[in-house]
Nanobody, 119 residues
Framework: QVQLVESGGGLVQAGGSLTLSCTASGSVFSTNSMRWYRQAPGKQRVFLARISRGGSTNYADSVKGRFAISRDNTKNTVYLQMNSLKPEDTAVYYC?????????????WGQGTQVTVSS
């Protein structure tokens, strides 16, 4: 069994920065692709960024140039550095990862962390 736990959310003023973290725990053999999504009130969950195990990244156009995804494979942790935050960035942020636990693959999701950007 594996678990993803996010942290780092909170309240920030527009123009500010936050860094989210997400750590995989449990019977983790390896973490492969790791991703961040967000879901605003009344809206669907949307993709933000992806990072491969080797460090290749992809971003949604809405956050390109403002957000940066990174990872520490030794800690099974993915980060999301968020800069120049806007009120429309307010949402619950989720991490998602392809995890190998022994020989069993998991598509794991975290519980979400709230980010609120005030104007």
């Amino acid at each position: 069994q594996v678990q993803l736990v996010e942290s780092g959310g909170g309240l920030v003023q527009a123009g500010g920065s936050l860094t989210l973290s997400c750590t995989a725990s449990g019977s983790v053999f390896s973490t492969n692709s790791m991703r961040w999504y967000r879901q605003a009130p009344g809206k669907q969950r949307v993709f933000l960024a992806r990072i491969s195990r080797g460090g290749s990244t992809n971003y949604a156009d809405s956050v390109k140039g403002r957000f940066a995804i990174s990872r520490d494979n030794t800690k099974n942790t993915v980060y999301l550095q968020m800069n120049s935050l806007k009120p429309e960035d307010t949402a619950v942020y989720y991490c998602n990862a392809d995890i190998l636990a022994g020989t069993r693959p998991y598509d794991a999701w975290g519980q979400g962390t709230q980010v609120t950007v005030s104007s």
